[in-house]
T-cell receptor, first 114, second 114 residues
């Protein structure tokens, strides 16, 4: 069975600080990796995903993530956060086969102070 | 407007009563999912359906039931056998085929059992 571990449950940053949220997964085969974000009062939405090719993927709102296969990691980064980035962030993984389901991490709550 | 609707947004029930949560999508997606979100627990899969008239248990199916009589609809019943039903419930859908197709989420229903 696959599992996902997010390193930090809560992160507090000041505006303009750099962000890195850790995500590690356990699964022996080929995977697809996702980062979702849940802004206060809004739907869960996709930030970015990796399924093949360049391990550095860029998403919406200036976010990016790097897939490091040897470390089973898919860390999320942003060079300079804004107050509007305050949200909960979820890493998720599924096996690279047609009918696999997503396994989510427990989430990281990011609070950005102005 | 294409999307996923869940109703109601807030639901209160007395202990021992069954309650059904609605999920409708007009995205023409084949697959639909139900998750439960609890603080610090991330999203946990309750049931999923890849096609009409077929569904599978997820990781925490005990105390829940579903049906998939129409492609657009995937209602979830929380039965009195569910030991801790108070939670935020999220419905999602995804186009079938490629495993890296993202899931799209509804706004959620917050169920409180008194």
């Amino acid at each position: 069975a696959q599992s996902v571990s997010q390193h930090n449950h809560h992160v507090i940053l000041s505006e303009a600080a750099s962000l890195e949220l850790g995500c590690n997964y356990s699964y022996g085969g080929t995977v697809n990796l996702f980062w979702y974000v849940q802004y206060p009062g809004q739907h869960l939405q996709l930030l970015l995903k990796y399924f093949s090719g360049d391990p550095l993927v860029k998403g919406i709102k200036g976010f990016e993530a790097e897939f490091i296969k040897s470390k089973f990691s898919f860390n999320l980064r942003k060079p300079s956060v804004q107050w509007s980035d305050t949200a909960e962030y979820f890493c998720a993984v599924n096996a690279n086969s047609g009918y696999s389901t997503l396994t989510f991490g427990k989430g990281t709550m990011l609070l950005v102070s102005p | 407007d294409g999307g996923i609707t869940q109703s109601p947004k807030y639901l209160f029930r007395k202990e021992g009563q069954n309650v059904t949560l609605s999920c409708e999508q007009n995205l023409n997606h084949d697959a639909m999912y139900w998750y439960r979100q609890d603080p610090g627990q991330g999203l946990r899969l309750i049931y999923y359906s890849q096609i009409v008239n077929d569904f599978q248990k997820g990781d925490i199916a005990e105390g829940y039931s579903v049906s998939r009589e129409k492609k657009e609809s995937f209602p979830l019943t929380v039965t009195s056998a569910q030991k801790n039903p108070t939670a935020f419930y999220l419905c999602a859908s995804r186009p079938s085929g490629l495993s890296y197709n993202e899931q799209f989420f509804g706004p959620g229903t917050r169920l409180t059992v008194l």
